[in-house]
């Protein structure tokens, strides 16, 4: 087996873009699950708006990419007040039906034929619609490494994109350990108590909603601006579950949690992908167990049982503090 | 498509995530069909007999063009076929571009046209439906004018006019009573699924997002008894229900949720190990079927009866009055039997039936086997009539949900009610928007009613947080 190769995949796909775009969608699930305690499984609608916003803004009305991302963040700061409005008021489990439920419609609207002319039906916007932003990348050449490989936009991507995370991450810090950030907890602990002593519960949490939703669009448009192209189908319920689970392994309500958890599931996601795949090809694992196309399948079986198992043995996570996330939807 | 996750990229299902990026290899490279048509073979779908030829596939190069060639024209075209898919000679099309009208075609003995343009720029085709055949027709939604795009020269692009049997062949009255039947049908397949779903919730508390996958699992069940083992359709279902409510239902609860009952594990914990549940399961129903679906060989291609204006196959009566009378059986089990009686019990307040003398760990159990008996039936009607695939229960869970919201959750009288309603609706709404977003619509009421009556239609209102 070459496992230089395979480190250098796992690796370069460990701080790539993927962990980033998945690092951003969980923070904000951190945001709305980690410190207020909503069960948001419509995450994959908050970044499919950011996404969506910012391409075809760009390509059906040219607007210049940086006005489209500004309309991008307002956006998905309506898409939270819609969501919000008849959902904030419902117990955990229902929220999630309901906000499961809006990420869908984003889906199916963006990939319906009907508004195929501006949305781009089921193929999806490819399109040059990140020039603007490519046209600032400095590097000329890729970093080609033994253990990093990297193509010059790639670089660009990523170290841009570190350093929003960056951004948002102190961002976080800052606002968990405000008196606000410390309602939001009172709130995850016990809304009626947080109610006696005056607060409007419904108001914070539709802040958090919104705020926790912004960032999860951040992620939709560095998953755009990256490919250059939006898909419907890649904003499906599975982004919301892997988010889900990048955000438990990490441990929810940690600032820094999402971001270690987004490393760990991508780095490990490539690595198991690799080594099965090599250990197919050599003809380690015979082809009647498992063939060439169902390496990934076997994989995405192991995140589920991955999930699984860390939510019945470890459900705070790598950093997480168990009494932080005693929620129960009956409790 | 090319993905990196050296998956062919299956029609239907979603990926979380296309890597393309230069660090990961690209190991396979294969081409699928489109996956336009998913929602519509997800379900009954009713108008097929209505409906279509082609979806309309306007490729412009938008997406494509990177390079032009040499040549200085661009030319559109396309094949006008008739409901049948037969080719229609004849046909004649106008061309204009933003201000006046550039010329006309006719289409050939193959039915095809086409015509060249010199010069980028918008372009529009507009098909003369007065030359068309009588009894045939654009189809609902489809514009008679299709805007053309040329960005640059040197290409041929595609320009399709869907044909079906012309809307006004069917009169209002007569399709809406057939979308009442299929709405209603549609809505059996929900309450079958939404009542196992609610009994669980009920008597454990546990919202099961791997509830869908039990559908799969008696789909799976019915098709490996037919195809595989080569029983006749009617009796390889009673054979799937049983294996069904064993794997489903027994050994489920046994090695799964009892252990994490046991363990005292929190019910938002159970709900993400039953997404976890949902993904796994769901991934080794394709790594050991495939990703294709496949029709049940007996009764593939039936001929529908038709009962004055509504048409529908015999295979289609016999699996609906099995599933009403599996419904009529679910709920007298629930009202009349003791068993039933302690389920109730058990929803209402676990630690006072426990204290009362009733065995909740049992209850609970013969609750699963029940949920797994329905649901799994649920899967079997989808099956025999429109195949299975193992995305059946990711297409229809979102749906099972809404019906359970709708009704209330944990209320059995709730599920069935809600689940009608729903079916009607995503059935009654496709004579306003169109069929792909009948679901859309469905889902959207669901969040509509909640804003007015958040407890559901019969719940009740401590559900409210």
Do not use: C
């Not at chain 2, 709708?406 to 009654?428: D, E, P, R, Y």
Request: glycine content about 10%; charged content about 15%; proline content about 3%.
């Amino acid at each position: 087996m070459d496992f230089l190769f395979i480190i250098q995949q796992s690796l370069s796909s460990a701080i790539g873009v993927n962990t980033i775009i998945f690092a951003l969608a969980a923070i904000g699930l951190n945001m709305h699950f980690g410190y207020t305690g909503l069960l948001n499984f419509g995450q994959a609608g908050f970044l499919a708006v950011g996404a969506y916003t910012t391409a075809v803004l760009v390509v059906s009305f040219d607007f210049s990419l940086w006005a489209a991302l500004g309309m991008s963040v307002l956006a998905s700061v309506l898409f939270a007040l819609l969501l919000g409005v008849p959902t904030l008021r419902l117990r955990a489990d229902y929220l999630a039906i309901v906000t499961i439920a809006a990420a869908e419609i984003v889906r199916q609207i963006a990939r319906s034929a009907t508004f195929n002319d501006t949305l781009g039906g089921s193929d999806g916007i490819t399109g040059k619609f990140g020039k603007a932003y490519f046209d600032l990348n400095p590097f000329t050449e890729g970093l080609e490494t033994p253990i990093l490989r990297f193509s010059p936009n790639d670089l660009w991507v990523v170290i841009t994109g570190w350093l929003l995370v960056a951004a948002v991450l102190g961002f976080m810090w800052l606002i968990v350990n405000s008196p606000w950030g410390r309602v939001l907890k009172a709130i995850r602990e016990d809304e009626e108590a947080v109610r006696s002593i005056g607060k409007n519960v419904y108001l914070y949490k539709m802040q958090s909603l919104i705020l926790g939703g912004v960032i999860g669009s951040f992620g939709g448009a560095v998953y755009a601006l990256s490919r250059q192209s939006v898909q419907p189908d890649n904003y499906s319920t599975f982004l919301t579950f892997f988010a889900y689970t990048v955000l438990i392994l990490g441990g929810a309500a940690r600032v820094f949690s999402p971001v270690i958890g987004s490393i760990i599931f991508w780095f490990l996601l490539v690595f198991v992908e690799q080594v099965l795949r090599q250990a197919v090809e050599q003809n380690y694992i015979p082809d009647w167990l498992i063939n060439a196309n169902q390496v990934s399948q076997v994989r995405f079986m192991l995140v589920g049982l991955g999930l699984m198992l860390l939510m019945v043995f470890r459900p705070q996570g790598i950093f997480g503090d168990k009494k932080e996330l005693a929620l129960d939807a009956r409790a | 498509m090319i993905t990196g996750w050296g998956l062919a990229r299956i029609p239907g299902i979603s990926y979380p995530l296309d890597v393309e990026e230069s660090h990961l290899i690209v190991r396979s490279v294969t081409k699928m069909k489109s996956t336009e048509n998913r929602s519509a073979n997800s379900l009954f779908t009713s108008l097929g007999r209505l409906l279509v030829i082609f979806t309309l596939a306007l490729l412009t190069p938008l997406l494509l063009s990177t390079q032009a060639s040499a040549e200085e024209v661009t030319t559109f075209g396309g094949t006008v076929l008739d409901s049948a898919k037969k080719p229609l000679e004849g046909v004649v099309l106008v061309v204009r571009d933003t201000t006046s009208e550039l010329g006309t075609v006719t289409t050939d003995a193959e039915g095809r046209w086409s015509y060249s343009v010199e010069k980028t720029g918008n372009y529009w085709v507009k098909l003369d439906v007065n030359t068309l055949p009588s009894g045939q027709g654009l189809t609902e939604g489809a514009g008679e004018e299709k805007k053309v795009i040329v960005f640059s020269l040197g290409k041929t692009l595609t320009v399709l006019f869907p044909i079906g049997e012309g809307a006004e062949r069917v009169s209002n009255f007569d399709r809406t009573m057939q979308l009442v039947v299929d709405g209603a049908i549609l809505g059996l397949v929900i309450a079958l699924a939404a009542l196992g779903l609610n009994l669980v919730f009920g008597t454990t508390g546990l919202t099961n997002f791997a509830h869908g996958e039990m559908l799969t699992l008696g789909g799976l069940l019915a098709y490996f008894f037919s195809a595989v083992v080569g029983l006749p359709v009617i009796a390889a279902i009673p054979v799937a229900i049983l294996a069904a409510a064993f794997i489903g239902g027994f050994l489920q609860d046994r090695f799964l949720w009892k252990p994490l009952r046991r363990r005292g594990t929190g019910l938002i914990a159970m709900l993400v190990v039953s997404i976890g549940f949902a993904i796994l399961v769901r991934y080794f129903f394709l790594f050991i079927f495939g990703g294709d679906t496949r029709q049940l060989p007996q009764y593939a291609g039936q001929e529908g009866l038709t009962f004055g204006p509504v048409s529908i196959t015999p295979k289609s009566i016999i699996t609906t009055s099995i599933g009403i009378i599996l419904l009529v059986l679910a709920t007298l089990w629930l009202l009349r039997t003791r068993m039933g009686k302690a389920s109730r019990a058990v929803a209402d307040n676990p630690a006072l039936a426990s204290a009362s003398g009733v065995e909740v760990e049992r209850v609970i159990r013969a609750v699963w086997i029940l949920s797994a008996i329905l649901a799994s039936y649920a899967g079997m009607m989808i099956t025999v009539n429109q195949g299975v695939s193992f995305l059946m229960g990711q297409d229809n869970l979102l749906l099972i949900f809404a019906a359970v919201t709708l009704g209330g959750l944990g209320t059995a009288n709730g599920a069935v009610v809600g689940s009608l309603v729903i079916g009607l609706f995503i059935q009654l709404s496709t004579l306003v928007i169109p069929t792909e977003l009948k679901y859309v619509g469905a889902l959207f009421v669901l969040i509509v009613i909640l804003l007015v009556r958040p407890q559901g239609i019969l719940g009740k209102k401590d559900r409210v947080g």
